[in-house]
């Protein structure tokens, strides 16, 4: 299995609201990974979990939380988002710490909506 | 991690090569050189990886200059499906990974 599934494909939401974004990787990878993507702009590295750790965390609003329950889930919990957070997010698995290189594999997106 | 720098946009002909050039003449000795690209609204596609030799897959192939400074990727024979944003990175093998702004690629009939 080669594929990142995410779920929902879109979510439209307060900011009031408290949702969460799943992310499942079948691969075997021990690296997960959440991008933030706005419109025409390249994707942007938000955390990085190795081993189910989070391992790196780019400065990213305490408004976004992330988990990792186990080595093929990632999920994304969001509470008090601002219409700004509306953007593609993007969840990938990776190679990187089983071996020395990094390729990921990226699944489809969520695309979110803050009202 | 290495800069890259990559034409911001490029044409082919539907059926001819595609040759995307990628800069990254500050790429330090155990950084490899990634392929992605992103099909409109989807997520970004691994393609290709290499560190100094030529690599060939079945998507694509990727020829890294002597000196490590720049690469380039062929696609052999573009279709309109390869339409898409073409990014070239570099990384030492950590987690992080940085995108530019990438190449977007018209393929065209």
């Known amino acids: 299995d080669t594929e990142v599934t995410q779920t929902p494909k879109h979510l439209v939401m307060g900011m009031t609201n408290k949702k969460s974004l799943k992310c499942e990787q079948h691969?075997?990878?021990?690296?997960m990974y959440w991008y933030k993507q706005k419109a025409k702009k390249p994707p942007e590295l938000m955390f990085v979990?190795?081993?189910?750790?989070?391992?790196i965390n780019e400065s990213v609003p305490s408004r976004f939380s992330p988990e990792c329950p186990n080595s093929s889930l990632l999920n994304l919990h969001l509470h008090a988002l601002q219409p700004e957070d509306s953007a593609l997010y993007l969840c990938?698995?990776?190679?990187?710490?089983?071996?020395?290189?990094?390729?990921?594999?990226f699944g489809p997106g969520t695309r979110l909506t803050v009202l | 991690d290495a800069k890259t720098t990559q034409p911001p946009s490029m044409d082919c002909a539907e059926g001819r090569a595609a040759n995307l050039p990628c800069n990254h003449s500050?790429?330090?000795?155990?950084?490899?050189v990634y392929w992605y690209r992103q099909i409109h609204s989807q997520g970004p596609q691994y393609i290709i990886h290499?560190?100094?030799n030529n690599e060939t897959n079945e998507m694509a192939s990727l020829i890294i200059t002597e000196d490590r400074k720049s690469s380039t990727l062929i696609l052999p024979h573009a279709t309109l499906r390869d339409t898409a944003v073409y990014y070239c990175?570099?990384?030492?093998?950590?987690?992080?990974?940085?995108f530019g702004a990438g190449t977007r690629l018209f393929v065209k009939a």
């Open positions: 990938a698995s990776g190679t990187s710490g089983r071996t020395t290189t990094n390729e990921q594999f």
């Open positions: 691969m075997g990878h021990r690296a």
């Open positions: 979990y190795s081993y189910e750790k989070l391992s």
């Open positions: 500050t790429i330090s000795g155990n950084e490899y």
């Open positions: 290499g560190l100094k």
């Open positions: 990175i570099v990384s030492g093998g950590g987690f992080k990974t940085i």
